[in-house]
């Protein structure tokens, strides 16, 4: 097993050029939200935008039209787009998920990302549940022609495996985590204490985060950021690694300065800016 840290990231992020436009920096489509769930989808916005996307969109269809006034008030620099005129491959990152619920329409629409998209998929909370209640969905994750990448928690792991072992040490934690990249073809994340990834090759283990993280919301906010550094063109791998590593440095200067029981998933996002830029100041600047 290998480890996410600072040396790392430093290595790993780089610098924009000077004449760089928003379009060098992805196009992030977030398919959230739901009545009485809207704000998933607006932490999973903001946190994608914190991080550097060029443009994210939200994806509209019918059932969710009711929230569509308060994902552009909670979420100004964001858009919204009806699914009836979407091109799902103008965007180089697709997060699903967050509040998203388990309804039909979500199913449906799910699936046709699945069957015909060909970017990075990023999928969480609801998203996930949807494949580990309904076969026809995973069943589409082998001819997938998107890298995909999952985030569950313990719970939603035990879900996904079809399993009620218990998932509580490192060994356990590993096995599960590459079972899960094993069985969906994918990148696999099982967040927790020492968030792991992988891509079935190797098992990395993050080094940043604090009990203060484990508060409603928080995922959301790493969706938005893994999603966004995929968009913006690291490799998927890559955005995961770097993804869990900045949300959990973003959570450690929240707790530093609000003490761990008072942190929200909002600090986390506030403190994202920080969390970057004291590595993305000693970078490199990129050639495209």
Not at 151 to 174: D, F, N, W, Y
Not at 202 to 230: F, W
Not at 268 to 279: F, G, N, S, T
Request: hydrophobic letters at 40%; aromatic letters at 6%.
């Amino acid at each position: 097993m290998k480890f996410t840290d600072d040396t790392y990231i430093r290595e790993t992020i780089y610098k924009r050029k000077e004449d760089a436009h928003k379009g060098d920096f992805g196009k992030v489509l977030i398919y959230a939200g739901s009545p009485g769930m809207a704000g998933a989808a607006i932490l999973c916005g903001t946190a994608a935008l914190r991080t550097g996307s060029g443009l994210v969109r939200f994806l509209m269809t019918p059932e969710r039209k009711e929230i569509q006034p308060i994902l552009q008030t909670g979420l100004c620099e964001a858009t919204c787009i009806n699914a009836e005129r979407v091109n799902f491959a103008d965007y180089e990152a697709i997060a699903i998920g967050c509040g998203l619920s388990e309804s039909d329409e979500a199913a449906l629409t799910m699936a046709a990302i699945l069957t015909s998209y060909s970017g990075v998929l990023v999928l969480d909370a609801d998203a996930l549940n949807l494949l580990a209640h309904r076969e026809e969905l995973s069943s589409l994750l082998p001819a997938c022609p998107a890298t995909v990448i999952l985030t569950p928690h313990v719970g939603e792991a035990k879900r996904l495996l079809h399993t009620e072992e218990e998932i509580k040490t490192l060994s356990q934690r590993q096995e599960a985590v590459c079972a899960l990249a094993d069985k969906y073809h994918c990148i696999a994340i099982l967040k927790g204490a020492g968030t792991l990834v992988t891509d079935a090759a190797e098992v990395y283990e993050n080094t940043t985060g604090n009990p203060g993280m484990a508060t409603g919301g928080s995922g959301d906010v790493l969706t938005g950021i893994i999603a966004s550094l995929a968009g913006q063109g690291y490799q998927p791998l890559d955005a995961a690694r770097m993804g869990v590593f900045i949300h959990g440095k973003a959570g450690d200067l929240a707790a530093q300065e609000l003490g761990e029981m008072s942190v929200i998933a909002r600090d986390i996002i506030r403190k994202v800016p920080d969390a970057l830029k004291q590595y993305y100041q000693f970078t490199c600047t990129i050639t495209y």
